[in-house]
């Protein structure tokens, strides 16, 4: 494991300084190596950098992935409220339209059969107005047949007259028939 308080940079490598000891290492190999050490040590500085910062773009999409995950379960658990509150909507509606409905048309019905009576009861004081107006058209024409029947009995006053005058021809008696019309009204 590596003990965080000792951190080493590329320019605490390039300053770092030796002393000579008699039996030493090369100075000019040591610095050669300290200068690849450091210069290692920048590359590998500058990709932690780039590593970190592409980590942190990471954690970034993540959490903005994590982010629309929750919208979009939001959304859909609202999507299926609200399905399930416009199905109960629509079902309340079609119940109400359905009573609606029922309630209409019995009213219809019922208007139709009060009309229905009424034509019946209007149809009914027509045909009693009809028998009353034949009853009296055949009263009348009795009347009239009683007349006509009185009046051809009766002496003509023209014969009579011609009696009081002297006159010895008497004329033919006629009969004038009955009209047909006039029977077929009688006979109901």
Same mark, same amino acid.
């Given at each position: 494991?590596?003990?965080?308080?000792?951190?080493?940079?590329?320019?605490?490598?390039?300053?770092?300084?030796?002393?000579?000891?008699?039996?030493?290492?090369?100075?000019?190999?040591?610095?050669?190596?300290?200068?690849?050490?450091?210069?290692?040590?920048?590359?590998?500085?500058?990709?932690?950098?780039?590593?970190?910062?592409?980590?942190?773009?990471?954690?970034?999409?993540?959490?903005?992935?994590?982010?629309?995950?929750?919208?979009?379960?939001? +959304?859909?658990?609202?999507?299926?409220?609200?399905?399930?509150?416009?199905?109960?909507?629509?079902?309340?509606?079609?119940?109400?339209?359905?009573?609606?409905?029922?309630?209409?048309?019995?009213?219809?019905?019922? +208007?139709?059969?009060?009309?229905?009576?009424?034509?019946?009861?209007?149809?009914?004081?027509?045909?009693?107005?009809?028998?009353?107006?034949?009853?009296?058209?055949?009263?009348?024409?009795?009347?009239?047949?009683?007349?006509?029947? +009185?009046?051809? +009995?009766?002496?003509?006053?023209?014969?009579?007259?011609?009696?009081?005058?002297?006159?010895?021809?008497?004329?033919?008696?006629?009969?004038?028939?009955?009209?047909?019309?006039?029977?077929?009204?009688?006979?109901?």
């Amino acid at each position: 494991m590596i003990d965080e308080s000792f951190r080493l940079t590329p320019l605490d490598v390039r300053r770092q300084h030796f002393d000579n000891a008699m039996r030493g290492y090369d100075k000019a190999q040591v610095d050669a190596f300290r200068e690849r050490v450091a210069d290692e040590m920048e590359d590998l500085t500058r990709r932690i950098q780039d590593l970190e910062s592409k980590a942190r773009g990471f954690h970034e999409q993540l959490r903005a992935f994590r982010e629309r995950d929750k919208a979009l379960n939001d +959304a859909l658990v609202s999507a299926q409220q609200l399905r399930s509150e416009m199905r109960e909507q629509a079902e309340r509606e079609s119940q109400l339209i359905l009573r609606e409905a029922k309630a209409e048309g019995d009213r219809l019905v019922e +208007a139709a059969r009060s009309e229905a009576r009424r034509i019946a009861a209007d149809l009914e004081g027509l045909d009693r107005s009809r028998r009353a107006y034949i009853l009296q058209l055949r009263q009348l024409a009795e009347r009239q047949l009683a007349e006509l029947d +009185a009046a051809a +009995a009766a002496p003509s006053p023209v014969l009579a007259s011609l009696a009081l005058h002297g006159e010895d021809a008497a004329p033919t008696k006629t009969h004038h028939p009955t009209p047909a019309w006039l029977d077929s009204l009688v006979k109901e």
